[in-house]
């Protein structure tokens, strides 16, 4: 696969975890950040499930 086809990073250089340990940036929690780069295209489509979740009771 090429490098260009794969799922990309949520990241948007807003860097800081809040008390649940969730980036207020991208809504991922510290443990899949960490993870990212070994996670396969599934892992990480579905972390970004998750992620869409996250961003929805933030912006409640």
């Known amino acids: ?6 799922v ?4 948007v ?3 800081a975890l809040d008390e ?3 980036c207020i940036g991208c809504h991922r929690t ?3 950040i960490l993870r990212w ?6 892992e990480r ?7 869409a979740i996250r961003e929805q009771k933030v912006a409640l």
């Open 30 to 32: 510290g443990d899949e």
């Open 45 to 51: 489509r579905s972390v970004l499930k998750q992620v």
């Open 1 to 6: 696969m090429r490098r260009a086809d794969r």
């Open 13 to 15: 250089s807003v860097c």
């Open 20 to 22: 649940n340990d969730v």
């Open 37 to 42: 780069t070994q996670m396969t295209d599934e």
């Open 8 to 11: 990309r990073s949520p990241c």
